[in-house]
Structures are given as C-alpha cells and as structure tokens.
C-alpha cells in the first residue's frame, strides 16, 4: 500500500523541509512567470527546500532549488507545487 504525500506550495512550505517540484502553475495575471520559474530551476522532481522567510510578514523567501539559491517573493513561490520529501 502506498501512501500519499501531502501537496503544498512552496510558499507554505516549513524552513529547511526538503520538498519534491511537483510542478507550476502561473496566476492568470503573470502566465509568463511558470516559463521563468522552469527556465531557473523549478522543474519537476527537483529538490527544492525554503531556506529562509523574510521580515515584516516574510514577502521575499530564500529558496534553494538543486545547487543554486534564489530569492523569491511569496506570490512567485506559490506558484511551485511540492510534496514533502519524507
């Protein structure tokens, strides 16, 4: 029996939690920014892990995503979807 692993957003993701891209998906407003986000990295099966929140409500992120880390805000983070890496 296999279980299923809870699905998430990268913006919601616990610091230092090791998470699995499971995809993109773009807000109607910025379809532009899934080609972007894949262009750096974001492509399904990478390791990616939320290194850091921001101060004063956490609007920018430090993310890492295989070998390289990226400063992201929020509303782009959310558009990566994860699954934890248990």
Known sequence: MTTALP??????????????????????????????LEEIGFLPGEQVELMARGAFGGHSLVV????????????EAACVLVESSV
Request: glycine fraction near 4%.
């Open 7 to 36: 699905m998430s957003t990268l913006d919601r993701s616990p610091l230092r939690a090791r998470c699995t891209v499971t995809g993109v998906r773009a807000p109607e407003r910025a379809p532009e920014w899934a080609q972007w």
């Open 64 to 75: 890492r995503v295989g070998l390289s880390t990226f400063a992201l805000r929020r509303a």
